[in-house]
């Protein structure tokens, strides 16, 4: 079966480095491509493309990458997703990993990459789930430790869940609490008592605090 990498990714050095890796792997199978993805558009599409017999497809997709409105955008990859033929792995940089089990919870059928994982492991990764069933779930190392150390801890009061994320966002748009009210129907003393919870697991003493916070954790990173 032919393996077909696909990456969305907008910092053009890792991406370099991930085709590098699949150009390895290449040397040992003549049935690895790489594609690198520069739209959304494109990843959509790819998503959506017919599946093709002895064709195995692996879409990275960086959350860093996406579109603004990246709660929305998840979700259309969400719909957009089949797991016949395709393996769908979310890249995570350093300063998202907080959002780590709300994005699980978004799309529990994918896999999960750190992109600071070493060569060593990020070739384990790929190794692995090639000699595993096409359905399976794989998690790099990195997180697995990270998902274990929160077990351990049971630390998952401070986690930052979906609609957490879903808060900040309409927040960063600029909107205040009754707005946000009024437009979603909501109680806006729910949204309140949300967002204090959600300044206390940030350590945010003021709105400004959580507004560069949340700035940081969704960074769209130097190309």
């Known amino acids: 079966m032919s393996r077909h990498f696909f990456l969305y990714d907008k910092n053009i050095f890792f991406s370099e480095g991930v085709r590098s890796v699949v150009t390895d792997l290449a040397k040992h199978e003549d049935d690895y491509v790489f594609s690198r993805l520069d739209q ?3 990843l959509i599409g790819t998503l959506r493309l017919p599946r093709q017999k002895d064709e195995l497809r692996w879409i990275l997709c960086d959350v860093d990458s996406l579109p603004d409105e990246r709660f929305n955008a998840l979700y259309t990859i969400k719909e957009y997703y089949c797991r016949e033929n395709q393996q769908l792995v979310i890249l995570l940089g350093e300063n998202n990993i ?18 600071n994982e070493s060569l060593d492991n990020f070739f384990k990764f790929i190794e692995g ?3 595993m069933p096409a359905k399976k779930i794989f998690f790099s190392r990195s997180l697995i430790n990270y998902t274990r150390q929160k077990w351990l801890a049971r630390d998952f009061n401070n986690s930052i869940s979906s609609d957490d994320w879903w808060l900040m966002e309409e927040i960063f748009k600029g909107k205040s609490l009754s707005q946000i009210s009024s437009e979603q129907k909501i ?14 697991k940030l350590n945010a003493k003021n709105n400004v605090e959580l507004f560069n916070i949340f700035k940081c954790i969704v960074a769209t990173p130097c190309v």
Do not use: I, N
């Open 40 to 42: 959304f558009s494109q």
């Open 98 to 115: 907080s959002l780590f089990f709300a994005l699980h919870s978004l799309l529990p059928e994918a896999s999960w990459l750190l992109k």
């Open 129 to 131: 789930a090639d000699s």
């Open 187 to 200: 109680d806006v003393r729910r949204l309140s008592r949300c967002k204090r919870g959600l300044m206390k």
